[in-house]
């Protein structure tokens, strides 16, 4: 933030001018004292949080009907800009970290988190080579260890035993990441010219940013097979039916590539039979990604780790630890077995970045491990996060969440007019209004009828801004999906968030 001052040299002419030397740019005192501000705003926030509307309640172009439609020529104090902020920005906000947000899946903040973004943005290192910041590359791929450990990967998975992790922004990017290292250690066998027979495989519940990757990748669309689940396998992929889409087009030419299976999907937190998948995809030399963006956090409790069997077998593994790991947007870590594939799809040398370092071989560069060349020092929160708090508290907040889900479910357990709609296995609860509760009430016999109800309800829900949830639809059924895990969380905004879904169908049921 520049200071303000009048040019000594010259009569005061009644106008400001700006220092933009970098004493001012970046004054030590002065970012203290904005600091300490700003530390305020957001401790303030987070004790207030509850007493704005959980989904934003403003109309689409708002912003732009109060806001200037050219930047100020002269400075404005950080004050004023942060009255701005919460008279302007705030009503534009869905507050994410809210404790009646229940929405898509958590996207977690801590002190810790927080602290460590800080002291990433204040350093500011760059650090795309060993050279360009040692401690940036060493502390990721110790932190990347530490972490892997703790979800009990195969050692083939670290640094320690020949693999490695990365920490790179969101999980569309490590898919891409991993496509085009399959793509290109398959083209390097058939040749190039082959990449229009090379197939890649999902379920209908694999997150949908697979389908984007698969784009990029320049894979063909009409190479992507996305296969059906049902609710007899709780919508997790069928090994079965993997097979014999697998036989089917090797029959026809085509080259299987690829296979991504999910731990928790976004849908229904539904998760694949791993072993067996990663069994039959290796018979035919595809490579397994493993999708544990949402789920794989909890694997660092014991009890959740059985969902991880068979990631022995597969050849890349990823979790979101800004999604249940409290680290705060983005932090996607990726493993992989086999590293020298990542990074030869991946690597670039320009003459300009060479340094004996790199030339060594001895030194991890990790511009060779994602789509961009810059990263930022994204290890220091993760890190923050696993001292700060402790194996043994992680794992007890991750419990707490659970805890509060199986509650909810007991909730609506209890009221006829409700049904539970997918298993539960984590901390998200998929339910609905009944069809024989509306045949009761309403008299609706359409399950097109019911579906409508239940997303009527929702919105109805969402627009009052006293809580925040999704949906989805799955085999037809339209559900409505509490995702609980936001930091502030407790028992009592579960029991509010029942008491307000409650009265909303009570008004819709005509109770």
Not at 209 to 235: D, H, M, W
């Amino acid at each position: 933030m520049g200071t303000v001052k009048t040019n000594p040299e010259h009569e005061f002419d009644g106008q400001l001018s700006i220092n933009t030397s970098g004493s001012t740019l970046l004054d030590p005192e002065e970012f203290r004292r904005q600091g300490h501000m700003m530390v305020d705003f957001l401790a303030d926030y987070f004790q207030n949080i509850e007493k704005y509307p959980v989904r934003s309640q403003v109309e689409p172009g708002y912003l732009k009907k109060i806001l200037p439609d050219s930047a100020p020529n002269q400075p404005e104090s950080i004050e004023k800009i942060l009255e701005d902020v919460e008279r302007d920005i705030f009503p534009g906000l869905t507050h994410w970290q809210s404790p009646n947000f229940f929405a898509y899946f958590p996207c977690i903040s801590s002190t810790a988190g927080i602290l460590g973004e800080m002291l990433s943005a204040g350093l500011n290192v760059v650090g795309f080579s060993w050279i360009a910041s040692p401690a940036a590359t060493e502390l990721e791929s110790i932190v990347m260890d530490w972490l892997g450990k703790l979800i009990c990967l195969p050692k083939t998975y670290l640094f320690s035993g020949g693999g490695g992790g990365v920490i790179q922004s969101t999980t569309c990017e490590v898919m891409l990441c991993t496509i085009v290292a399959a793509r290109d250690q398959m083209l390097d066998k058939v040749g190039r010219e082959n990449i229009d027979k090379l197939v890649v495989y999902a379920s209908d519940q694999t997150h949908f940013s697979f389908q984007k990757s698969v784009k990029i990748s320049g894979i063909r669309l009409e190479n992507f097979r996305v296969i059906p689940t049902t609710k007899a396998t709780e919508y997790a992929l069928c090994p079965e039916l993997l097979s014999a889409t697998i036989q089917q087009d090797i029959k026809v030419g085509l080259l299987p590539l690829f296979l991504c299976a999910t731990v928790g999907t976004t849908s229904t937190t539904a998760v694949d039979p791993l072993k067996p998948l990663c069994e039959i995809a290796k018979e035919y030399g595809i490579w397994v990604h493993i999708d544990a963006a949402y789920a794989g956090s909890a694997c660092i409790c014991p009890e959740f780790q059985h969902f991880l069997d068979g990631v022995e077998i597969a050849n890349s593994f990823s979790l979101n630890a800004h999604k249940w790991l409290f680290s705060t947007l983005d932090s996607c870590c990726l493993w992989v077995k086999d590293r020298n594939s990542l990074t030869k799809a991946l690597s670039t040398t320009p003459e300009c970045l060479r340094n004996e370092a790199t030339d060594s071989k001895e030194v991890i560069d990790y511009k060779d491990w994602q789509i961009s060349l810059s990263r930022r020092f994204r290890a220091l929160k993760l890190w923050l996060v696993l001292r700060s708090y402790g194996v043994v508290n992680l794992r007890n907040f991750i419990r707490s969440h659970v805890k509060m889900a199986k509650h909810f479910e007991e909730l609506v357990a209890m009221d006829e007019r409700f049904e539970i709609v997918a298993p539960r296995n984590f901390s998200m609860v998929c339910f609905r209004v009944s069809p024989l509760a509306l045949q009761k009430n309403l008299k609706f016999v359409d399950e097109d009828q019911v579906n409508k109800f239940n997303a009527h309800l929702l919105e109805s829900i969402n627009s009052c801004g006293k809580i925040h949830m999704t949906h989805a639809v799955v085999g037809g059924v339209y559900m409505i999906r509490i995702a609980i895990g936001a930091p502030l969380t407790d028992y009592f905004h579960i029991n509010m968030a029942w008491d307000v879904i409650r009265n909303h169908a009570n008004v819709m049921l005509k109770v």
